[in-house]
């Protein structure tokens, strides 16, 4: 069961019940799930969640939804790989990569979208929509046809295209909004006072931030039941980077794992670092900017959890990195030719932070490091460049593989 209680806004404190709301009317703080965690302290232990079904749902109980109204498509309890090529390379013994870009959409996306689908489906919307910067959107339309809702999603036009064929197929309303993320953004805020959609990042936002908190929870479980020194994790909005740390705060809280904090690490491209920028000019305050990276999944330059993002840093001794956009690209092939993981430029930014941690000395051999995968190098092909530039044609038969061969340059 779910012991969520209410909404409680992030800012000042004052509860809401129970429903599709996102802001405070007090403050405009943005509202949070608010749990009775005394009762789950009592009824959850390492043996209930480990008895627990295979995939993000063993964790249902620090989640707002009832496990049987889940709408489960086979997300979470993806691979945490101890990455020992990578990590001899850059002089980490103890280096991990949690491979998120192996659950059903190929991003973790499905993480959020999985409990707000779900809850959508409890207060009875019959329309799921989005505004996404590509990963978000594939996740809303699969799910929706998993749940038989309506979707709609709205998405800046420049998007790579196997984002916008990754949700397309299947059947969701695909609206190319003529300008950038934080354009569709507003413009998404306008139509959810009018339309009684469940906008997953919108009205519904409280409960699809939750999600992402199973990515605490679960590196937590896969190392045996402790907390990594270091989390390398990608920002866009910064939400994603704030609930890895509830996750692994809450398994503190809960008595499920030692008092050990780890460094909270954000990673975000030179080309749009609103987060990370305001960080290292000692401000809470963020400035909005204008994208312009390769990293299009990060590519929101007005975030709304940048000042919570910024607070966790504080809080955990975390460094907030900026990734040249000119090493995005190399870093995708350096996971992908020491771990075999192909990720998309979002990791390139993490993989890409990660050695620059390590070239600052702020990560030491024998500490145990997680760098969060968060989505698949399918889904951004056209960003790799002539990577393709070393095949060659053979005819099938042994005198023109053996020419070709001794022609081949590497
Ligand atoms: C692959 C990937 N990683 C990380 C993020 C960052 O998530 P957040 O907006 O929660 O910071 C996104 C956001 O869309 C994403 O698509
Ligand atoms: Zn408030």
Not at 40 to 63: A, E, H
Not at 115 to 134: D, P, R, Y
Not at 363 to 380: H, M, Q, S, W, Y
């Amino acid at each position: 069961m779910s012991y969520a209680m209410n909404l409680i806004c992030r800012e000042c404190g004052a509860e809401y019940p129970t429903q599709p709301l996102n802001v405070c009317e007090f403050c405009f703080g943005p509202l949070e799930v608010q749990y009775d965690f005394a009762q789950i302290k009592n009824n959850v232990s390492r043996k209930t969640i480990s008895n627990g079904p295979n995939s993000m749902w063993r964790y249902s109980q620090f989640l707002p939804v009832d496990i049987e109204n889940s709408i489960d498509i086979g997300t979470g309890f993806t691979p945490l790989i101890h990455a020992k090529n990578l990590g001899k390379q850059l002089g980490l013994d103890y280096l991990y990569i949690k491979n998120d870009s192996v659950n059903p959409t190929f991003s973790f996306k499905d993480r959020p979208v999985a409990i707000t689908t779900s809850k959508a489906l409890e207060f009875g919307f019959e329309v799921l929509a989005c505004v996404s910067t590509g990963n978000l959107m594939g996740s809303v339309a699969a799910h929706g046809s998993k749940a038989n809702l309506d979707t709609y999603v709205f998405y800046p036009q420049d998007l790579e295209l196997s984002k916008i064929f990754g949700a397309a197929v299947y059947g969701s309303k695909m609206i190319a909004i003529e300008g950038n993320y934080d354009d569709a953004n507003r413009f998404c805020s306008e139509l959810s006072d009018i339309y009684p959609w469940a906008f997953v990042n919108i009205n519904m936002r409280p409960f699809y931030a939750e999600g992402s908190k199973t990515l605490g929870y679960e590196i937590v479980e896969q190392l045996g039941w402790k907390a990594p020194n270091h989390c390398v994790v990608p920002g866009a909005s910064g939400e994603l980077h704030t609930k890895v740390w509830k996750g692994i705060q809450e398994f503190i809280d809960c008595e499920l794992i030692e008092n050990t904090i780890p460094k909270m690490h954000l990673a975000q491209p030179e080309g749009c670092s609103p987060i990370s920028s305001a960080f290292k000019s000692k401000s809470r305050q963020i400035q909005p900017i204008k994208p312009s990276t390769i990293a299009k999944s990060l590519a929101i330059g007005n975030p709304a959890s940048g000042p919570f993002s910024i607070d966790v840093l504080n809080q955990t001794h975390g460094s907030a990195e900026i990734a040249p956009e000119n090493t995005i690209i190399d870093s995708i092939k350096l996971l992908a030719e020491t771990e075999g993981i192909f990720t998309e430029t979002a990791g390139g930014v993490v993989i890409s932070s990660l050695i620059e941690l390590v070239k600052k000395d702020k990560i030491k051999k024998d500490e145990t490091v997680v760098a969060f995968i968060t989505g698949n190098g399918l889904k951004t092909l056209e960003s790799m460049g002539e990577i393709n530039q070393n095949t060659v044609s053979c005819m099938p038969n042994i005198s023109s593989f053996d020419l070709v061969k001794s022609n081949l340059k590497f």
